[in-house]
């Protein structure tokens, strides 16, 4: 089992930043990826970045490329999303999910095994 617990959501203006973190505990050798999605009402679940655990590779939504980083501290077992030049739009719940398998993507919710309770981001206008 792996439990994951966020922090770092709030309430922001446009244009301005945030830092989301994720912190993994229990089986934590078993992860091979580790990712964001959001989700806001009425809408479906959505991929925001991921990045795998041992190469750091890191994909993003277009969506969000260029305004967010993922990156990973192994030694905390901590995932982060700095998030700037926020935009009304990104407002949803944020919710960080570990991946227990290879994959050639982690793009896709399905591939992850293990997810956090969410952290609400609001951006007001």
């Known amino acids: 089992q792996v439990q994951l617990v966020e922090s770092g959501g709030g309430l922001v203006q446009a244009g301005g930043s945030l830092r989301l973190s994720c912190a993994a505990s229990g089986r934590t050798f078993s992860i091979y990826a580790m990712g964001w999605f959001r989700q806001a009402p009425g809408k479906e679940r959505e991929f925001v970045a991921a990045?795998?655990?041992?190469?750091?590779?890191?994909s993003y939504a277009d969506s969000v490329k260029g305004r967010f980083t993922i990156s990973r501290d192994n030694a905390k077992n901590t995932v982060y999303l700095q998030m700037n030049s926020l935009k009304p739009e990104d407002t949803a719940v944020y919710y960080c999910a570990a991946a227990t398998s290879g994959s050639v993507t982690y793009r896709d919710a399905i591939k992850y095994d293990y997810w956090g309770q969410g952290t609400q981001v609001t951006v007001s206008s």
């Open positions: 990045i795998r655990w041992g190469s750091g590779s890191r």
